[in-house]
């Protein structure tokens, strides 16, 4: 490919990229403004990389197939950081439901053939009373995890 190729290349999947229908939100605010930015309610609404993306369901694969089009990749994907995440609570039904979302969190990186998957292991602050207790919930997470991805 000549030079002048690859810049014209480079220039449309840049435009295409810009163009597409995304969102970013990462309060309530910005949220309802996402939703009206894509005309579409919280529903029809799904996160490609899990964090802050905002797309129309029916969008989704369109933008991974756009993504693997134009030679873009996603190395890293970030795993949500809130308290049903927290994956060491010493409440087990909690830390159940966030083992659950992180399994689905996986997925999707797998999904995305990322590279590198951030999960943060409790969300702080913590009462350090409990502390030995988020520690021994985090080692049964990690062991459950190990099993399943081993």
Known sequence: MKRQEYLDLKKQHE???S???IAYAFNDEQLK???EKL?????ECVTVFGHGDIVKRENAKPFIKMLERTG???YSYHVPF?????IADPNETVRLRAMSRLRTHIHEASRLNAKLLIIHPSTEPIDQNKRDEYISQLRKSM???EGELI
């Open 15 to 17: 435009k295409e990229l």
């Open 19 to 21: 163009e597409f229908p």
């Open 33 to 35: 403004e996402a939703l």
């Open 39 to 43: 005309g579409a309610t919280k529903e």
């Open 72 to 74: 873009k990749r996603v």
């Open 82 to 86: 809130q308290k049903i995440d927290d």
């Open 143 to 145: 062991l459950e995890i």
